[in-house]
C-alpha cells in the first residue's frame, strides 16, 4: 500500500509540474522570449558556456541560475550587466516549474529575447521536470569520462542540444570526444551535438547558430 500511494503522490506532483510549464511557455510566447533550459553536471562548463553566449549573442539576454545553496553561478552571471535571478533549491536537485514561474516575477521580460535557465548540476534530477523552456541543452564535459551518456540515457533522448565540452584536454584524460557523440545519437538521432571547448573557442559558433535556428522555428 505505501508503494503504491508513493507512485500516486509522483504522477500527481509530475502532473502538476507538466500545467505549470505549459503556463510558463505561455508566459515566454506573449513576452517574445526564448527560452533555453541548460542542463548538466556541476563542472561540465554550463555557467562559462552561458557567460560566452551572452558575450556574444547579440540579443537581450536574461539568465535563471538554479543552485542548491548558494548564489555563486548568478553572482558570476550579474557581472555580465544582465538581469538574473538566483533560485536555491535546498535539499532539491532540480528546478521545476513552480520555482522558475516566481522567478519570472523577477525578470523585465518585456525587454528580453532570451532567456537562459542554469539547472541544478546533475544528470538525473532534472529529466522528468519540463520547465516551459522551448529548447533543452545538455552540457557534458570529456572528464566526466566517455562512458557518460551510456550511463545516464535519460537526459539524452530528450535534449535538442548537446554539447560535449572540454575536447582541448580529451587525449589527456584519456576521453573519446567522438564515441561520447555517438553514443548521444544513438540515443537520440535528432539531438545536434556539437563538440566545443570554451578554452579554445571551438564550437561556439556553432551553439549560438544552433539556438538561432530554433528560435527562427519558434
Known sequence: MHKIAEVEIQHDIMVANKKLAKRNQKIFDKAGVFAVDFLGAIGSGKTSLIEALIEKMDYKIGVIAGDVISRFDAGRIEKHDVPVVGLNTGKECHLDAHLVEHALHDLPLDDMELLFIENVGNLICPVDF???????????????GDDTAEKHPLIFKDADIVVINK????????????????????????AIVIKSSLKTGEGLDEIIQSIQKFMDEA
Open 130 to 144: 519540463d520547465l516551459g523552456s522551448h529548447i533543452r541543452m545538455v552540457v557534458i564535459s570529456v572528464s566526466e
Open 167 to 190: 575536447v582541448d584536454i580529451a587525449e589527456a584524460v584519456g576521453a573519446d570526444e567522438n564515441k561520447m557523440a555517438n553514443d548521444v545519437l544513438e540515443l537520440n538521432p535528432d
